[in-house]
Nanobody, 118 residues
């Protein structure tokens, strides 16, 4: 069984920084893309950023320059550094990974809450 376990998040004042991490565990042959999505109350889940095994990144346009995604393949871990946080960044942040088990499947973490106070 594949699991994605997130850590980080919490409460921060506007302008502050937070970092998230997510580690994949279980039986699988390969992790393809990893990334982060977020969902605020009453809104749809939206892309934050993704990163391929080779390190190619993709960001939501509105977050470029403030958020940085990275991964350490040997640790099956993806990170998200969030700087200059704004109240509108308040959301539940979900880790995502496309993982080869038998076939390729999308997996999600349980979500971690990020609250940015004004």
């Amino acid at each position: 069984q594949v699991q994605l376990v997130e850590s980080g998040g919490g409460l921060v004042q506007a302008g502050g920084s937070l970092s998230l991490s997510c580690t994949a565990s279980g039986r699988f042959s390969k992790i393809n893309a990893m990334g982060w999505y977020r969902q605020a109350p009453g809104k749809q889940r939206e892309l934050v950023a993704t990163v391929t095994t080779g390190g190619r990144t993709n960001y939501a346009d509105s977050l470029k320059g403030r958020f940085t995604i990275s991964r350490v393949n040997a640790k099956n871990t993806v990170y998200l550094q969030m700087n200059s946080l704004k109240p509108e960044d308040t959301s539940v942040y979900y880790c995502y990974a496309r993982i080869d088990v038998i076939g390729s499947y999308d997996y999600w973490g349980q979500g971690t809450q990020v609250n940015v106070s004004s």
